[in-house]
């Protein structure tokens, strides 16, 4: 078997797994609906560790913009051993749990830390069957089909990522949001083939030893969660960054050898191009990724939030490619396991 085959073969499939996915939330929708009223809740939160609490940070993000509750996220260990900092207990909330694995110990403790000590409901999501996770929540979301073999996340967090969204625009009403995310998958096809060439001349380009990927608003979380999977994947040094933070001290590291990476926003675009362009002339190289008009194209058509998960299979790509380029097997990074258990 060639190296790093779990991990490419999870990054092809995503398209076929976020099908799969939508079938399983369309299937729950009256339960979902039943759980969740307009005003039921005075805040959401999301609490997940590693990988999916960057999720977390861009779903909070998302439904804040969506207009629900005020949406926030935690790392889990934080709701578990500072839970006065995280929840109050004369607000209703929410608290939706993340997890791949669903066997998470912190992750876990903070579901009972929040049953014993906040007031609210639970709904958890993870692709696990049968995992502890799945007993805890008032609601359980399970999506098997983002299931992995590979330890760094790729189809798991597309898939977990895209049933947040999916909750953030079921409960908001978002009818508009709901009707484009079946086109996601063949929009996802037809950019990991238009984009694999240029993910492998870059991952193997000897001259670059940085990475920064930047990112806000919703996107923020997208930025930290490349940056991740380029440092478990391939051991390189990877930071991310609020856009217009990157000037404030950062950009001190944007010199020959460093690759910016911009997950532009329709938005704020011209902002955030400027951030781009002030880094390039400073001897960086700099790539972004938008729907049109960048140098990783998705050709979407689809609205940003819709869109955002596009921004995800390029970043992996580039990651699983720099991987291979210092022949590491990014089916197992170093000194990584699949999931935490403490003892």
Partial sequence: MEIGHHTRQEIFSQPKAWSAALDVLRAQSESLRAFYREGQFDTVLFTACGSPYYLGLSAAALMNELGG???RCFPASEVWLNPRLTFRKDQRTLLITVSRSGETSETVRAVETFRGQGN??????????????TTLGDVNLV???GLEESIAQTRAFTTLYLSALYLAAFWSGRDDILSELPRLPAAS??????SQSLAQSLGHDPSLDRFYFLGSGARYGLACELSLKMKEMSLSHSEPFHFLEFRHGPKSMASRGALVIGLVSESNRQPEMAVLDDTRALGARVIALNDCDADVAFGSGLSEIARNILYLPFGQLFAFE??????????????????????
């Avoid at 609210?120 to 996770?133: E, F, Q, R, Y």
């Avoid at 096809?189 to 238009?194: K, V």
């Fill in 120 to 133: 609210g409901a639970v709904l958890t999501l993870t692709i696990n069957p049968g995992s502890a996770l």
């Fill in 322 to 343: 720099r991987a291979l380029s210092k022949n590491l097997n990014p089916d197992k990074p170093e000194n990584l396991d699949a999931f935490v258990v403490l003892k």
């Fill in 143 to 145: 999506l098997p089909s």
């Fill in 69 to 71: 509750p005020g949406a």
């Fill in 189 to 194: 096809n037809s950019l990991i083939s238009n």
